[in-house]
């Protein structure tokens, strides 16, 4: 079967990498006289990665955001299945607040709420601390474009597995990232990279590509492809499926984790552990089991960690809790890793063994710890990735906004005291919205996003001083900092984002540079 074009998978080798310059950098859509002036002034990039959560869910109400208060009637309203508009919500199915939560908010106590987004730690409502756990929803490729129906984003309630769920948010006015935020820049239209979840919007942190599966029809995987409307933007509605979204979730005819031509959209666990999936019966340790229909086959795309080393960049992937995870397993709450949220360990460049693993995938330490101590000591390489450990990364469902928000705003602490901070840009953002409502429409771009916006906060001795950014931009922007600031080759999926970005008529996505002020000095 024949990949879609604009992303056929290129050779991840450092010299295959380097026979592709020319023509990545000839097909760039960058700037037309070079990085930005001044750019050079940035020695230290540090990007912070949380999960799940939507801007309107956590910043609705910032000042002088476009948040919930600048939304249209229509864009508040969500409408069911057959496009009408809904008398109320659904209930949250199973309740708001996670399992074994004391004491818990019942789905009884859900029901009729007015068809409009809703404040959980409201005290005239449900009043639920930020430290609480709640519901999981579904965040999926297909839901996500359903659910933001064409820029419409009616349609969040109809296809959630969660009911009422998607029109959640929070008062955060009181938490340390809003803080941070109020002393530096909010970025108040940056969009996830991809649609859908963790897994696909880690890839395109770090390689703006959609993984595929070669041969998946003729695989153990073949279960998990997909079967989508004639559009292919879409899953296919099983006859089954309740007709309203008041009457339970939807079912589908086979919602997997691979489109219909075979690239890997939904979770999918790594060829190496750790990995959510054991070794092969008799098999080499090191490795996940190819047998099962969940573990992905190594990966050759070239990554931005690719390009860094091209150009002889120091960088790095910090996990939070990646040691504690290979030495001891995964089985309690705390530090409760994600597999799926290590995205180079997907990629045959960085298999057990390769130098590269060795240097560049890290362990950040339980609670971050060696991380933070690589920031204390002025030792962080050009170019960081952390991502913090289950417990503290904010996700629906397993963690909650205030332990998570806690950690990153000391994280930030210790930056703005380190050795490399005069020289440093600090990006604290969100893999993806957890399948929760915004009411901004996405900018139109190519098949893969971008999807919903994303909360976003520049954090930098150049950043401008409690400043709303209003630039477009998506997660594909960092990489176009990075591109930029080191005169790497620009990764072949940046260009197909541009040019679809333009094609639609939409505003470029900008490199992050709008919130900073780079002059003198």
Request: glycine share 10%; net charge negative; hydrophobic share 35%.
């Amino acid at each position: 079967m024949k990949r879609s074009y604009g992303f056929a998978v290129f050779s991840s080798t450092l010299a295959l990498c380097a026979a592709a310059v020319p023509a990545l950098a000839a097909g760039s859509s960058g700037p037309p006289d070079g990085p930005p002036d001044g750019i050079d002034k940035i020695k230290t990039v540090v990007v912070i990665f949380a999960e799940n959560r939507a801007f309107d869910n956590l910043y609705g109400h910032f000042p002088g955001a476009d948040g919930i208060d600048q939304a249209s009637k229509e864009s508040l309203q969500q409408r069911d299945r057959d496009g009408s508009i809904l008398s109320e919500l659904p209930p949250v199915w199973d309740g708001l607040t996670a399992k074994g939560v004391t004491p818990p908010v019942t789905q009884a106590m859900t029901e009729h709420l007015p068809n409009a987004p809703f404040t959980v730690n409201d005290p005239k409502g449900f009043d639920v601390s930020l430290g609480t756990i709640t519901h999981d929803l579904w965040h999926r490729y297909y839901q996500n474009q359903m659910q933001i129906d064409g820029g419409k984003n009616d349609m969040f309630v109809a296809w959630a597995d969660s009911g009422a769920m998607p029109m959640s948010n929070w008062d955060a006015s009181k938490t340390a990232m809003w803080a941070v935020a109020r002393k530096y820049v909010l970025a108040d239209h940056f969009f996830m990279g991809g649609f859908g979840g963790s897994f696909f919007n880690h890839q395109w942190l770090i390689c703006a590509c959609a993984p595929y599966y070669a041969n998946a029809d003729q695989s153990p995987a073949h279960p998990t492809i997909s079967v989508t409307n004639e559009s292919g933007t879409a899953l296919k509605i099983a006859d089954n499926s309740p007709k309203s979204a008041m009457d339970g979730i939807p079912k589908f005819v086979s919602d997997g984790n691979l489109t219909p031509d075979f690239y890997a959209v939904n979770t999918m666990q790594p060829p190496y552990q750790p990995s959510g999936n054991e070794p092969a019966p008799g098999g080499d340790p090191r490795f996940a089991d190819p047998a099962n229909a969940t573990t992905l086959p190594p990966q050759t795309e070239p990554t931005i960690g690719d390009m860094l080393s091209l150009k002889h960049v120091s960088w790095a992937w910090y996990s939070g809790a990646w040691q504690y995870t290979l030495d001891q397993g995964n089985h309690t709450p705390i530090p409760n890793f994600q597999y799926h949220h290590q995205p180079f360990n997907y990629y045959a460049n960085f298999a057990p063994g390769t130098e590269a693993r060795r240097e560049h995938i890290r362990d950040a330490g339980l609670g971050g710890v060696s991380f933070i101590q690589a920031i204390d000591d002025g030792a962080l390489p050009q170019v960081s990735f952390y991502k913090p450990q289950g417990n503290l990364n904010e996700h629906s469902g397993y963690a909650d906004i205030q332990a998570g928000d806690r950690h990153i705003a000391d994280v930030i602490s210790h930056l703005e005291k380190s050795p490399q901070w005069p020289h440093m840009l600090v990006v604290v953002t969100y893999d993806e919205n957890g399948g929760i409502w915004d009411h901004v429409a996405p900018p139109k771009g190519d098949r893969w996003g971008p999807g919903t916006r994303i909360p976003a906060i520049i954090v930098s001795p150049f950043a401008k001083h409690d400043y709303v950014d209003h630039t477009p931009y998506d997660t594909t922007s960092i990489l176009r900092f990075i591109t930029e600031r080191f005169e790497l080759p620009k990764l072949h999926g940046i260009v197909v984002r541009d040019h679809a970005v333009a094609a639609h008529g939409e505003p470029p996505l900008g490199d992050l540079t709008g919130a900073l002020d780079l002059k003198g000095g």
